[in-house]
Protein backbone atom coordinates (compact mmCIF):
# COMPACT_ATOMS: atom_id res chain seq x y z
CA UNK A 1 0.00 0.00 0.00
CA UNK A 2 3.16 2.28 0.68
CA UNK A 3 4.58 1.65 -2.47
CA UNK A 4 1.17 2.07 -4.26
CA UNK A 5 0.52 5.71 -2.42
CA UNK A 6 4.64 6.33 -3.60
CA UNK A 7 3.82 5.72 -6.82
CA UNK A 8 0.67 7.81 -7.19
CA UNK A 9 2.35 10.58 -5.45
CA UNK A 10 5.13 10.88 -7.97
CA UNK A 11 2.42 10.36 -10.79
CA UNK A 12 0.87 13.25 -9.37
CA UNK A 13 3.90 15.61 -9.20
CA UNK A 14 4.74 14.27 -13.01
CA UNK A 15 1.48 15.50 -14.14
CA UNK A 16 1.80 18.48 -12.31
CA UNK A 17 5.41 19.80 -13.75
CA UNK A 18 3.59 18.81 -16.81
CA UNK A 19 0.92 21.08 -16.35
CA UNK A 20 2.90 24.16 -16.30
CA UNK A 21 5.99 25.49 -17.33
CA UNK A 22 8.10 28.04 -15.80
CA UNK A 23 8.58 31.80 -17.70
CA UNK A 24 11.49 34.06 -16.67
CA UNK A 25 9.07 36.31 -14.54
CA UNK A 26 8.82 33.48 -11.98
CA UNK A 27 5.53 32.53 -12.63
CA UNK A 28 3.91 29.62 -13.70
CA UNK A 29 2.33 29.40 -17.14
CA UNK A 30 -1.10 28.39 -17.29
CA UNK A 31 -1.99 24.76 -18.20
CA UNK A 32 -5.29 25.32 -20.64
CA UNK A 33 -6.21 26.68 -23.86
CA UNK A 34 -6.23 30.56 -22.91
CA UNK A 35 -4.27 32.68 -25.40
CA UNK A 36 -1.24 34.04 -23.98
CA UNK A 37 -0.54 37.69 -24.18
CA UNK A 38 2.59 39.58 -22.82
CA UNK A 39 3.01 42.69 -22.92
CA UNK A 40 6.70 44.09 -23.09
CA UNK A 41 7.39 47.47 -21.40
CA UNK A 42 10.31 49.25 -22.65
CA UNK A 43 10.53 50.93 -18.77
CA UNK A 44 8.65 50.52 -15.91
CA UNK A 45 5.47 50.85 -14.29
CA UNK A 46 5.02 53.82 -12.40
CA UNK A 47 4.77 57.10 -14.85
CA UNK A 48 1.51 57.36 -13.99
CA UNK A 49 0.47 57.90 -17.68
CA UNK A 50 1.30 55.99 -20.38
CA UNK A 51 2.81 52.56 -19.35
CA UNK A 52 0.33 52.53 -16.74
CA UNK A 53 -2.65 53.16 -18.87
CA UNK A 54 -1.20 49.89 -20.55
CA UNK A 55 -1.28 48.36 -18.05
CA UNK A 56 -4.95 49.17 -17.30
CA UNK A 57 -5.86 47.97 -20.68
CA UNK A 58 -4.94 44.40 -19.08
CA UNK A 59 -6.73 44.50 -16.09
CA UNK A 60 -9.51 45.45 -17.92
CA UNK A 61 -8.72 42.52 -20.35
CA UNK A 62 -8.26 40.09 -17.17
CA UNK A 63 -11.48 41.12 -15.74
CA UNK A 64 -13.69 40.62 -18.97
CA UNK A 65 -11.55 38.06 -21.04
CA UNK A 66 -10.02 35.89 -18.29
CA UNK A 67 -11.73 33.00 -19.48
CA UNK A 68 -10.47 33.27 -23.01
CA UNK A 69 -6.89 35.28 -22.58
CA UNK A 70 -4.26 34.75 -19.96
CA UNK A 71 -1.77 38.14 -19.91
CA UNK A 72 1.40 39.10 -18.30
CA UNK A 73 3.54 41.71 -18.12
CA UNK A 74 7.74 42.21 -18.11
CA UNK A 75 9.45 45.69 -17.50
CA UNK A 76 12.37 45.69 -19.35
CA UNK A 77 13.65 48.91 -17.35
CA UNK A 78 15.48 52.45 -18.50
CA UNK A 79 18.62 50.61 -19.58
CA UNK A 80 17.96 50.37 -23.42
CA UNK A 81 21.28 48.38 -24.31
CA UNK A 82 19.62 45.37 -22.98
CA UNK A 83 16.26 45.90 -24.45
CA UNK A 84 16.88 43.62 -27.91
CA UNK A 85 18.23 40.79 -26.22
CA UNK A 86 15.32 40.93 -23.30
CA UNK A 87 13.06 41.21 -26.01
CA UNK A 88 14.23 38.35 -28.07
CA UNK A 89 13.90 35.94 -24.97
CA UNK A 90 10.71 37.08 -24.08
CA UNK A 91 8.97 36.60 -27.39
CA UNK A 92 11.09 33.56 -27.83
CA UNK A 93 9.10 31.82 -24.86
CA UNK A 94 6.40 31.06 -27.27
CA UNK A 95 3.43 33.94 -26.66
CA UNK A 96 0.33 33.90 -28.63
CA UNK A 97 0.23 37.71 -28.57
CA UNK A 98 3.03 40.56 -28.15
CA UNK A 99 2.52 43.34 -27.45
CA UNK A 100 5.03 46.52 -27.65
CA UNK A 101 5.87 50.23 -28.38
CA UNK A 102 7.22 53.25 -28.85
CA UNK A 103 9.59 54.35 -31.47
CA UNK A 104 12.85 52.90 -30.26
CA UNK A 105 11.76 49.49 -30.12
CA UNK A 106 10.12 49.49 -33.80
CA UNK A 107 13.40 47.41 -34.99
CA UNK A 108 13.30 44.65 -32.52
CA UNK A 109 9.78 44.23 -32.81
CA UNK A 110 10.01 43.83 -36.27
CA UNK A 111 13.05 41.49 -36.61
CA UNK A 112 11.43 39.12 -34.35
CA UNK A 113 7.74 39.72 -35.92
CA UNK A 114 9.53 38.31 -39.34
CA UNK A 115 11.28 35.71 -37.56
CA UNK A 116 7.93 34.27 -35.83
CA UNK A 117 5.50 34.34 -38.59
CA UNK A 118 3.00 32.47 -36.43
CA UNK A 119 3.17 34.96 -33.81
CA UNK A 120 0.57 38.10 -33.27
CA UNK A 121 2.28 40.94 -32.56
CA UNK A 122 0.58 44.51 -31.49
CA UNK A 123 2.55 47.67 -31.80
CA UNK A 124 1.43 50.77 -30.94
CA UNK A 125 2.57 54.49 -31.21
CA UNK A 126 4.54 54.41 -33.94
CA UNK A 127 3.46 54.22 -38.06
CA UNK A 128 4.58 51.11 -40.02
CA UNK A 129 5.19 50.73 -43.60
CA UNK A 130 3.73 47.61 -44.59
CA UNK A 131 3.21 48.51 -48.47
CA UNK A 132 6.05 49.82 -50.22
CA UNK A 133 9.11 47.38 -50.38
CA UNK A 134 11.22 50.34 -51.35
CA UNK A 135 10.48 53.03 -48.91
CA UNK A 136 12.14 53.06 -45.31
CA UNK A 137 11.57 50.79 -42.55
CA UNK A 138 9.60 48.38 -44.55
CA UNK A 139 8.63 45.02 -43.09
CA UNK A 140 6.22 42.63 -44.48
CA UNK A 141 4.62 41.46 -41.20
CA UNK A 142 0.77 40.20 -41.99
CA UNK A 143 1.20 38.83 -38.16
CA UNK A 144 1.62 42.80 -36.52
CA UNK A 145 -1.13 45.13 -36.18
CA UNK A 146 -0.04 48.63 -35.28
CA UNK A 147 -1.99 50.77 -33.22
CA UNK A 148 -1.76 54.99 -33.32
CA UNK A 149 -2.99 57.28 -31.31
CA UNK A 150 -3.42 60.56 -32.68
CA UNK A 151 -1.91 62.86 -30.14
CA UNK A 152 -2.09 65.49 -32.52
CA UNK A 153 -6.04 65.53 -32.04
CA UNK A 154 -6.09 65.66 -28.26
CA UNK A 155 -3.01 67.85 -28.19
CA UNK A 156 -4.72 70.97 -29.97
CA UNK A 157 -7.58 70.49 -27.70
CA UNK A 158 -5.50 70.76 -24.63
CA UNK A 159 -3.52 73.60 -27.16
CA UNK A 160 -6.76 75.33 -26.82
CA UNK A 161 -7.21 74.44 -22.88
CA UNK A 162 -3.74 76.15 -22.50
CA UNK A 163 -4.28 79.53 -23.93
CA UNK A 164 -7.48 79.93 -22.35
CA UNK A 165 -6.12 79.78 -19.37
CA UNK A 166 -2.74 81.99 -20.37
CA UNK A 167 -2.79 85.09 -19.14
CA UNK A 168 0.70 85.99 -20.90
CA UNK A 169 -0.21 84.32 -24.18
CA UNK A 170 3.04 82.71 -24.01
CA UNK A 171 2.84 78.56 -23.62
CA UNK A 172 5.31 75.80 -23.91
CA UNK A 173 5.68 72.12 -24.82
CA UNK A 174 8.22 70.07 -23.51
CA UNK A 175 9.08 66.62 -24.61
CA UNK A 176 10.70 63.62 -23.57
CA UNK A 177 12.97 62.95 -26.62
CA UNK A 178 12.90 64.32 -30.68
CA UNK A 179 11.20 62.13 -32.45
CA UNK A 180 7.98 62.49 -34.93
CA UNK A 181 4.98 60.89 -32.23
CA UNK A 182 6.47 64.06 -29.68
CA UNK A 183 6.55 66.20 -33.06
CA UNK A 184 2.96 65.54 -33.35
CA UNK A 185 2.14 66.53 -29.84
CA UNK A 186 3.81 70.28 -30.33
CA UNK A 187 2.32 70.16 -33.41
CA UNK A 188 -1.70 69.72 -32.14
CA UNK A 189 -0.61 71.81 -29.04
CA UNK A 190 0.87 74.77 -31.11
CA UNK A 191 -2.39 74.99 -33.60
CA UNK A 192 -4.48 74.80 -30.44
CA UNK A 193 -3.41 77.38 -28.97
CA UNK A 194 -3.24 79.69 -32.04
CA UNK A 195 -6.48 78.49 -32.85
CA UNK A 196 -7.57 80.52 -29.64
CA UNK A 197 -5.30 83.03 -29.81
CA UNK A 198 -3.55 83.67 -32.91
CA UNK A 199 -0.84 86.01 -31.13
CA UNK A 200 0.57 83.40 -28.67
CA UNK A 201 3.85 82.10 -28.42
CA UNK A 202 4.57 78.48 -28.22
CA UNK A 203 7.70 77.21 -26.89
CA UNK A 204 8.99 73.73 -27.86
CA UNK A 205 11.60 72.12 -25.51
CA UNK A 206 13.03 68.88 -24.85
CA UNK A 207 13.83 67.28 -21.83
CA UNK A 208 16.13 64.10 -23.71
CA UNK A 209 14.94 61.76 -21.01
CA UNK A 210 11.80 59.70 -20.46
CA UNK A 211 12.43 59.16 -17.05
CA UNK A 212 14.74 61.29 -15.56
CA UNK A 213 12.67 63.29 -12.95
CA UNK A 214 15.20 66.17 -12.60
CA UNK A 215 15.81 66.88 -16.35
CA UNK A 216 11.98 67.25 -16.34
CA UNK A 217 11.90 69.67 -12.88
CA UNK A 218 14.64 71.49 -14.73
CA UNK A 219 12.98 72.48 -18.31
CA UNK A 220 10.03 73.40 -16.70
CA UNK A 221 11.58 75.86 -13.82
CA UNK A 222 13.39 77.64 -17.12
CA UNK A 223 10.28 77.49 -18.57
CA UNK A 224 8.58 78.99 -16.10
CA UNK A 225 11.30 81.30 -15.68
CA UNK A 226 11.14 82.94 -18.97
CA UNK A 227 7.77 83.91 -18.70
CA UNK A 228 5.62 81.22 -19.94
CA UNK A 229 2.65 80.74 -18.02
CA UNK A 230 1.29 76.77 -18.79
CA UNK A 231 3.72 74.19 -19.74
CA UNK A 232 2.41 70.75 -21.52
CA UNK A 233 4.62 68.05 -19.81
CA UNK A 234 4.95 65.11 -22.47
CA UNK A 235 7.54 62.89 -21.64
CA UNK A 236 6.82 59.50 -19.18
CA UNK A 237 8.22 59.74 -15.84
CA UNK A 238 10.35 62.89 -16.79
CA UNK A 239 7.55 64.73 -17.04
CA UNK A 240 6.68 63.99 -13.69
CA UNK A 241 9.14 66.56 -13.03
CA UNK A 242 7.16 68.99 -14.17
CA UNK A 243 4.54 69.05 -11.65
CA UNK A 244 7.11 69.10 -8.97
CA UNK A 245 8.53 72.36 -10.67
CA UNK A 246 4.36 74.33 -10.78
CA UNK A 247 4.25 74.16 -7.26
CA UNK A 248 7.40 76.20 -6.92
CA UNK A 249 6.12 79.07 -9.07
CA UNK A 250 3.75 81.90 -7.83
CA UNK A 251 0.32 81.76 -8.91
CA UNK A 252 -0.87 81.98 -12.13
CA UNK A 253 1.57 79.13 -13.53
CA UNK A 254 -0.44 75.97 -14.64
CA UNK A 255 0.56 72.71 -16.02
CA UNK A 256 -0.51 70.35 -18.76
CA UNK A 257 -0.68 66.24 -18.07
CA UNK A 258 -0.45 63.70 -20.45
CA UNK A 259 -1.21 60.19 -21.15
CA UNK A 260 -3.53 59.29 -18.01
CA UNK A 261 -5.44 62.06 -15.35
CA UNK A 262 -2.63 63.26 -13.68
CA UNK A 263 -4.38 65.74 -12.08
CA UNK A 264 -6.92 63.17 -10.57
CA UNK A 265 -4.71 60.85 -9.72
CA UNK A 266 -2.52 63.73 -7.58
CA UNK A 267 -6.10 64.42 -6.32
CA UNK A 268 -6.47 61.11 -5.00
CA UNK A 269 -2.97 61.01 -3.23
CA UNK A 270 -4.65 62.68 -0.54
CA UNK A 271 -1.68 64.54 0.62
CA UNK A 272 -0.98 67.94 0.66
CA UNK A 273 1.86 68.14 -1.96
CA UNK A 274 -0.41 65.62 -3.75
CA UNK A 275 -3.28 68.24 -3.47
CA UNK A 276 -0.99 71.39 -4.65
CA UNK A 277 0.17 69.61 -7.99
CA UNK A 278 -3.42 68.65 -8.52
CA UNK A 279 -4.61 72.09 -8.15
CA UNK A 280 -1.83 73.39 -10.53
CA UNK A 281 -3.55 71.18 -13.27
CA UNK A 282 -6.01 71.97 -16.25
CA UNK A 283 -6.24 69.51 -17.68
CA UNK A 284 -4.47 66.46 -19.32
CA UNK A 285 -4.07 65.19 -22.85
CA UNK A 286 -5.02 60.98 -22.29
CA UNK A 287 -3.77 58.96 -24.88
CA UNK A 288 -5.94 55.86 -23.88
CA UNK A 289 -3.59 52.80 -24.19
CA UNK A 290 -5.91 50.86 -21.90
CA UNK A 291 -8.70 51.26 -24.64
CA UNK A 292 -6.70 50.77 -27.75
CA UNK A 293 -5.42 47.21 -26.32
CA UNK A 294 -9.21 46.75 -25.00
CA UNK A 295 -10.41 46.79 -28.10
CA UNK A 296 -7.73 45.09 -30.12
CA UNK A 297 -8.31 42.37 -27.68
CA UNK A 298 -11.88 42.09 -28.35
CA UNK A 299 -11.56 42.23 -32.09
CA UNK A 300 -8.78 39.74 -32.05
CA UNK A 301 -11.04 37.25 -30.64
CA UNK A 302 -14.13 38.09 -32.76
CA UNK A 303 -11.70 37.60 -35.86
CA UNK A 304 -11.64 40.95 -37.24
CA UNK A 305 -8.30 43.06 -36.01
CA UNK A 306 -6.57 43.99 -39.41
CA UNK A 307 -3.25 42.54 -39.24
CA UNK A 308 -0.68 44.25 -41.53
CA UNK A 309 -2.22 47.18 -41.29
CA UNK A 310 -1.86 50.47 -39.46
CA UNK A 311 -5.08 52.42 -37.53
CA UNK A 312 -5.28 56.23 -36.20
CA UNK A 313 -7.26 55.82 -33.06
CA UNK A 314 -8.33 59.23 -31.93
CA UNK A 315 -10.89 61.39 -30.24
CA UNK A 316 -13.78 59.51 -31.94
CA UNK A 317 -13.84 56.41 -29.35
CA UNK A 318 -11.83 58.41 -26.76
CA UNK A 319 -8.88 56.61 -27.97
CA UNK A 320 -7.43 60.23 -26.99
CA UNK A 321 -9.28 62.93 -24.68
CA UNK A 322 -8.62 65.64 -22.43
CA UNK A 323 -9.79 65.02 -18.99
CA UNK A 324 -12.05 67.12 -17.57
CA UNK A 325 -12.20 66.89 -13.80
CA UNK A 326 -13.50 68.60 -11.00
CA UNK A 327 -10.46 70.91 -11.20
CA UNK A 328 -11.03 71.88 -14.67
CA UNK A 329 -14.11 72.49 -14.00
CA UNK A 330 -13.08 74.98 -11.47
CA UNK A 331 -10.56 76.60 -13.32
CA UNK A 332 -12.65 76.74 -16.88
CA UNK A 333 -15.68 78.88 -17.22
CA UNK A 334 -19.20 76.86 -18.56
CA UNK A 335 -18.81 78.56 -22.05
CA UNK A 336 -14.66 77.99 -22.30
CA UNK A 337 -15.50 74.32 -21.37
CA UNK A 338 -18.87 74.42 -24.24
CA UNK A 339 -16.10 75.81 -26.23
CA UNK A 340 -13.62 72.62 -25.75
CA UNK A 341 -16.50 70.51 -26.78
CA UNK A 342 -17.22 72.20 -29.76
CA UNK A 343 -13.58 71.67 -30.91
CA UNK A 344 -13.55 67.91 -30.02
CA UNK A 345 -16.73 67.33 -31.99
CA UNK A 346 -15.29 69.51 -35.58
CA UNK A 347 -12.21 67.60 -35.07
CA UNK A 348 -14.19 64.57 -35.09
CA UNK A 349 -16.21 65.69 -38.11
CA UNK A 350 -13.38 67.03 -40.20
CA UNK A 351 -14.57 70.67 -39.58
CA UNK A 352 -11.18 71.45 -37.91
CA UNK A 353 -7.33 70.03 -39.48
CA UNK A 354 -5.24 70.00 -35.95
CA UNK A 355 -2.17 69.36 -38.51
CA UNK A 356 0.32 66.62 -37.94
CA UNK A 357 4.14 65.69 -38.47
CA UNK A 358 3.30 62.91 -39.75
CA UNK A 359 3.98 63.01 -43.61
CA UNK A 360 5.81 66.27 -43.79
CA UNK A 361 9.02 66.74 -45.88
CA UNK A 362 12.27 66.67 -44.52
CA UNK A 363 13.40 69.54 -42.77
CA UNK A 364 9.41 70.86 -42.14
CA UNK A 365 9.27 71.04 -38.10
CA UNK A 366 12.53 73.12 -37.50
CA UNK A 367 12.73 74.91 -40.80
CA UNK A 368 9.06 75.91 -40.95
CA UNK A 369 6.73 74.86 -38.50
CA UNK A 370 8.78 75.40 -35.05
CA UNK A 371 9.70 78.88 -36.01
CA UNK A 372 6.27 80.02 -37.18
CA UNK A 373 4.71 79.42 -33.69
CA UNK A 374 7.30 81.63 -31.78
Not at 37 to 60: A, H, M, Q, R
Not at 229 to 239: I, K, L, P
Not at 349 to 364: K, N, Y
Request: with cysteine.
Amino acid sequence: MKKFLTILLSLLLVMSLAGCGKKSGGEDTPADDRIRLVYIINGTLGDKSFFDSGKEGLDWIDRDFGDKVYTEYRELTYDNSTWEQKTADIVAEGWDIVVAGTYDMKDYIGALALEYPDTKFWFFDEEWNFDDPDGWQYYNTPNLYAMLFAQNEGSFVAGAMAAMMSLEGKVAFMGGMDNTVLDDFYVGFANGAKYINPNASINCSWMNSFNDVTAGKDTATGLYEAGYDVVFACGGQAGLGGFDAVIEQPEGKWIVGVDGDQGSYFASLGTTEGTNKAARTITSMQKNVNNGFYQAMERHLNGNLPYGSNEKLGLKGEYVSVSVNEITKALFTPEQLAQVEKITADIISGAIDPGTAFGQPEGWFYGTFVPSMQ
